[in-house]
């Protein structure tokens, strides 16, 4: 499985971005995908995920201004961050499991300005 993100720049506070995830190669083992973020001295930490049945989990501190979706005919996995804050300033990183085995993108960089 091959991920690549895209969608990643700066924006100010208070705007939107949308990130997408284009899957490649073994895509019909994926259980489930998810973004994650890493801020500079911070542990890498789950932003929000969604099961190949189309359950979702979020963060508590992104809930109700992310939302993680996907295009199975595209294979691609999206997230649009509204309301964007300072604090969600990040290289953004996707993630896919197929039965215990874990993929991931090379990241893309959110910069949210004050």
């Known amino acids: 499985v091959q991920l690549a993100e895209s969608g990643g720049g700066l924006v100010q506070a208070g705007g939107s971005l949308r990130l997408s995830c284009a899957a490649s190669?073994?895509?019909?083992?994926?259980?489930?995908m998810g973004w994650y973020r890493q801020a500079p001295g911070k542990q890498r930490e789950l932003v929000a995920g969604?099961?190949?049945?189309?359950?979702?989990n979020y963060a508590d501190s992104v809930k109700g201004r992310f939302t993680i979706s996907r295009d199975n005919a595209k294979n691609t996995m999206y997230l649009q961050m509204n309301s964007l804050k300072p604090e969600d300033t990040a290289v953004y990183y996707c993630k896919a499991e197929t039965g215990g085995t874990y993929y991931w993108g090379q990241g893309t960089q959110v910069t949210v300005s004050s």
């Open positions: 969604i099961t190949w049945r189309g359950s979702t």
């Open positions: 190669g073994s895509i019909f083992s994926i259980n489930a």
